[in-house]
Nanobody, 129 residues
């Protein structure tokens, strides 16, 4: 069954690091881009980072570049794992973080939520001051 399952969220203090992972189950995702978005209640979903199908191309929102690092592991043919390493966390990073998958053909549209057609259920990251 194809699904995206996130893990690793939680409560940390400002300045701490946190790693969130997403496992994309199903061979369908072998050629998909995998990315992370985040959303604060009442606000629009915000692009964080993405990796193309083999992890060779990585995309970031400028404001998070340098603090956040995305990586992808395709070593298991039956699943793909994408990891978001978040360093120097700030209270404004508090949000629900969503893993998402985009089918081939997304071109330059990797930062738009509508490009992604599979979504995880989200995981809470809370950064206290």
């Amino acid at each position: 069954q194809e699904q995206l399952v996130e893990s690793g969220g939680g409560l940390v203090q400002a300045g701490d690091s946190l790693r969130v992972s997403c496992v994309a189950y199903g061979r369908t995702f072998n050629r998909y881009a995998l990315g992370w978005f985040r959303q604060v209640a009442g606000e629009e979903r915000e692009f964080v980072a993405a990796a193309n199908w083999n992890g060779a191309n990585l995309y970031y929102t400028d404001s998070m570049k340098g603090r956040f690092t995305i990586s992808r592991d395709n070593s298991d043919n039956a699943k793909n794992t994408v990891i978001l390493q978040m360093n120097s966390l700030k209270p404004e990073d508090t949000a629900v973080y969503y893993c998402a998958a985009a089918a081939p053909g997304y071109g330059d549209m990797w930062s738009l939520p509508e490009t992604y057609d599979h979504w995880g259920q989200g995981i809470q990251v809370t950064v206290s001051s």
